[in-house]
């Protein structure tokens, strides 16, 4: 920086570089300044107009504003805008979901994939939870998009299921309640025989006859493979409702699924409830259709 200044009437601050880059001290432009001033018209204007001061009573509340403007309001009449066009551009198809039955949908490829287009959402709001993301099943909740179901796979069962709910059922130590420790170790070492296609080894034997007298094959199958869907598992497939440890195997076997003694769960019994959708759904009728056809589509459908 120089000391000399060869520009003295120049109106520049003194502050040279390189001997002839130097700061000026001119005035802003005209134009630069109104814009400023208006700046803070604005700033009073805003404050004003929009919910802008807080304030410290105490109910903290702000002053509102003389347009009586939220982003919450604002929110609300966008999402209206929006749900007004999706009404308007389909309700060709929504007219046809609510008249069509759900086996008629799955005949009808367009409208097929509207419904599971529709559903993902739906299903994450009330299925996820326990079901997860695309079926894939929480720990204790049954997988979706297997081929394996309790109650049916046919859409129309499907239907059924997510209208009315599910409850299992199975009684504890055998149909009768007749089975004592030994023959429970016996019969868990039976249906774990079962899934692994060892069902006819003579080292079961015990287990079978056990798997006979505790009418297990009541529900199960001769074989260990329901006659049809009614809720009973599929004791062929390794495909289990709570877990594969034989711990819990043994557990649900002793102790049932769903058993009650006054009313209350009695200690150590599995809680398998499926709650019914048909009061819980918005526009329930058409939400279940198209729930039962997403669900159908997941891979395990019959």
Request: with cysteine.
């Amino acid at each position: 920086m120089a000391h000399h200044n060869p520009w003295p009437d120049e109106g520049n601050t003194g502050h040279i570089w390189d001997e002839d880059i130097r700061e000026l001290d001119n005035p802003p432009p005209l134009w630069w300044m109104l814009s400023f001033y208006a700046g803070f018209i604005m700033i009073v204007f805003y404050a004003l107009y929009y919910p802008t001061i807080p304030l410290t009573n105490e109910l903290g509340q702000h002053t509102k504003g003389m347009a009586d403007w939220t982003q919450v309001n604002e929110y609300h009449d966008d999402y209206k805008v929006l749900k007004d066009w999706r009404v308007a551009k389909f309700a060709d198809k929504e007219e046809k979901l609510a008249a069509m039955s759900v086996a008629d949908i799955l005949k009808d490829e367009e409208l097929k994939s509207y419904a599971v287009a529709t559903s993902k959402m739906l299903f994450g709001d009330y299925c996820a939870a326990c079901h997860a993301v695309g079926g894939a099943g929480n720990p204790n909740f049954p997988v979706l998009a297997d081929d394996d179901w309790l109650w049916g796979g046919n859409v129309n069962q499907i239907e059924a299921s997510i209208k009315n709910g599910r409850i299992g059922n199975m009684p504890a130590k055998g149909m009768m309640g007749n089975l004592n420790d030994q023959e429970i170790e016996d019969v868990t070492d039976y249906v774990i025989a079962l899934s692994e296609g060892k069902g006819g080894d003579a080292a079961f034997a015990a287990g079978k006859a056990v798997y006979a007298k505790g009418m297990c094959l009541a529900c199960h199958g001769p074989a260990g493979k329901p006659l049809a869907p009614a809720g009973a598992a599929n004791l062929t497939d390794q495909v289990w409702r709570f877990s594969s440890d034989r711990e819990s195997i043994r557990g649900v076997i002793a102790n049932g699924v769903n058993v009650k003694k006054n009313g209350e769960y009695v200690e150590g019994t599995r809680q398998a409830v499926m709650p019914a959708f048909k009061e819980r759904l918005p526009n329930a009728d058409v939400n279940i259709k198209r729930l039962a056809v997403y669900v159908h589509s997941l891979g395990g459908g019959q």
